[in-house]
């Protein structure tokens, strides 16, 4: 059996640029794209121009490999690549759509479907209920508009959250490794008993937006045009965190706007642990701190009741309303985001599947087996969560701009200056007032 890869500096770097966090930018309708669309066209014939996101320095081999493949197989259709810089993917995609000459394949994530859904064809015409059966439901059901048509499907993505503990400092507690925190509540209660054994924070965990909707919060109504957090149950969530910040048991720099940097962290051991974070956080250990690095317990982060895993965002594909070949662009797709095209890419970086079939494949499969390195235990850990995982993208069409509103409000509370239900109705208005924008 091949030893587990280990995560590499190179390979997350690589996976970094690979999953850009795109703000969204101009507007238009989120309405389903409404007026004459093109004809179909034929499955396996024509011109299809495909957009990708930062791939052509690094995976020009790869993708290349596929066209060829394809088009070997299937005479009559030509694949157009265009891979486009991360940071220009929403301008050209915007220019594009306004000038009515779109690609008829465009890779974008899932954080701007609320952006493009309504200049999106519905895949539904083109994917049958046993075509999407292949990607993960979490990933798939996020990518549906408000009218329910399926926008895009995934491709791929960085995995969910893991949880890191030091299990050095933790020694005067009661954590065991093989029976770590699974709830909030856990989360709250070891940081607890860690500020009491040793007078220190123990975490950075606050309840941002992110962490109400790995509780299971509902963050946005069914239709995604108002705010549906400021309820009882979001309150009472809210309010346990405050004691424990106000006590030290969660960090004074938890509140720091700069969250790729905050002052008291697992590199500089003035935290023991933290329960939900992004799995490229364990290189930085690994680089900075090395001795630190191997006494953390890698486990999956705490959860809400239906232990879901909510993962950040994803890589995802769709096919513009105004497309010439889409009825050919929907077979490429269905091409590149097959199953072993998915373990293929994998292989090449640090990144997942959206496809449950490719986690069958032996290079996920031997990953999952004596996992005793920190690496080789978070990758392990991604996998086995993956089942469970679901893509936490709004749909709003400025997930960014909202998730800072909220968080904002959330460290008004927490440094004292408003209280929980203030935070909540201001933020909920803050929230409306943004969603009644037109996009």
């Keep these: ?94 220019a594009a759509i306004a000038s009515g000459k779109v690609p008829d394949a465009v890779n974008f994530t899932s954080a701007t479907t609320g952006l493009f859904a309504g200049q999106m064809r519905d895949l539904g015409e083109f994917f049958s209920a046993e075509d999407l059966a292949a990607y993960a439901p979490g990933l798939t059901e996020p990518l549906k508009n408000a009218q329910g048509q399926q926008i895009a499907i995934p491709w791929y993505n960085g995995g969910t959250s893991l949880g890191f503990y030091n299990t050095a400092l933790l020694e005067p507690t009661s954590f065991d490794p093989q029976q770590p925190p699974k709830t909030f509540t856990d989360a709250l209660e070891l940081a607890t008993e860690y500020h009491k054994a040793t007078g220190k924070s123990a975490t950075n965990l606050i309840p941002t937006s992110a962490v109400l909707q790995q509780n299971d919060i509902q963050l946005l109504s069914e239709d995604r045009k108002t705010a549906a957090f400021n309820n009882d149950a979001a309150r009472e969530f809210v309010a346990t965190f405050k004691p424990l910040y106000d006590s030290g048991a969660i960090a004074p720099g938890a509140i720091s706007s700069d969250v790729r940097n905050l002052p008291q962290n697992l590199e500089n051991q003035l935290i023991a642990f933290s329960p939900i974070t992004v799995s490229s956080n364990l290189l930085n250990v690994q680089k900075n701190a090395p001795q630190v690095y191997q006494k953390i317990a890698v486990t999956p982060p705490v959860t809400g009741a239906s232990g879901t895993y909510m993962m950040p ?127």
């Design 1 to 94: 059996m091949s030893a587990p890869t280990a995560i590499s500096r190179r390979n997350f770097t690589a996976a970094a640029a690979l999953l850009p966090l795109l703000g969204a930018a101009g507007c238009l309708s989120g309405n389903p794209a409404t007026g004459p669309q093109a004809p179909a066209g034929d499955k396996f014939a024509g011109d299809v121009e495909w957009w990708t996101i930062n791939l052509q320095k690094n995976y020009a081999d790869y993708l290349n490999g596929m066209i060829n493949s394809y088009t070997s197989e299937h005479g009559d259709v030509k694949i157009n690549w265009v891979d486009v810089p991360g940071q220009d993917i929403t301008t050209k995609l915007l």
């Design 313 to 439: 965002g994803q890589q995802i594909f769709g096919i513009p309303a105004k497309s010439d070949n889409p009825a050919a662009a929907a077979e490429w797709l269905k091409f590149v985001t097959s199953a072993a095209n998915q373990v293929a890419f994998c292989k090449l970086v640090a990144i997942y599947p959206s496809a449950p079939k490719a986690l069958e494949d032996p290079f996920f499969t031997e990953k999952t087996t004596d996992a005793t390195e920190p690496a080789d235990a978070a990758i392990a850990t991604l996998i086995k969560t993956f089942p469970n995982s679901a893509d936490a993208s709004l749909g709003s069409g400025n997930d960014e701009q909202l998730r800072l509103i909220f968080d904002t409000e959330i460290v008004a509370f927490l440094t004292g200056k408003k209280t929980a239900d203030q935070a909540l109705a201001d933020a909920e208005k803050s929230w409306n007032t943004e969603l009644a924008k037109p996009r």
